[in-house]
């Protein structure tokens, strides 16, 4: 194509053939991991989502005992004495007792960056029994951490009203006070 076939060529209407992306007004809610934001209306599936997320973190936590009873088989097997043997079973039971008091705290409020809460991951990563049971848990009263999400949005919501009805019209607009 020679340069004065390019430039003979019309433009194509950009603005007609996309849509503009619609604005968002206000706070928007925060996504939960398996549910999204069909926890502020409830909708899109989200009694579905629970039973769904209840019944997968139960299978996981079973399927996960079942592996660290196999674990603990090959310990006998291996003759690694009654102290060692012992010893993991304990282990195994506070990181999982730590984990879901950990997970079900979560649930309710938000831990600082710079919390404890990072110092333990790797014993909530060990007792991930315990993480999964609170999950399930929760699942019967609501979307893990909706609680907390709501009470968050909705303070932002009413902020959000607060503020943008407090407002009269354009401050440049306006005219300035006269010196007395």
């Given at each position: 194509m020679s340069d004065d076939q390019r430039d003979q060529t019309p433009a194509e209407p950009a603005a007609e053939a996309q849509p503009q992306p619609a604005v968002s007004v206000g706070p928007e809610p925060e996504p939960i991991r398996f549910f999204g934001t069909t926890?502020?209306?409830?909708?899109?599936?989200?009694?579905?989502?629970?039973?769904?997320?209840?019944?997968?973190?139960?299978?996981?936590?079973?399927?996960?005992?079942?592996?660290?009873?196999?674990?603990?088989e090959g310990l006998e097997i291996g003759n690694v004495g009654a102290f060692l043997s012992i010893s993991v079973v304990v282990?195994?039971?506070?990181?999982?007792?730590?984990?879901f008091v950990k997970t079900w705290e979560s649930f309710s409020r938000r831990q600082p960056p710079s919390s404890d809460e990072t110092a333990l991951k790797?014993?909530?990563?060990?007792?991930?029994?315990?993480?999964l049971i609170a999950y399930f848990l929760r699942c019967f009263?609501?979307?893990?951490g909706e609680k907390l999400r709501r009470t968050e949005y909705?303070?932002?919501s009413a902020e959000f009203t607060r503020r943008r009805s407090s407002r009269t019209g354009n401050p440049a607009a306006r005219r300035p006070k006269r010196k007395k």
């Open positions: 926890w502020v209306n409830h909708d899109g599936g989200y009694g579905a989502r629970r039973v769904g997320a209840a019944a997968g973190a139960l299978v996981l936590a079973v399927i996960s005992a079942f592996l660290l009873r196999f674990s603990y282990l195994f039971a506070i990181a999982s007792s730590i984990a790797g014993l909530k990563a060990i007792g991930f029994i315990g993480s009263v609501e979307a893990p909705e303070r932002a």
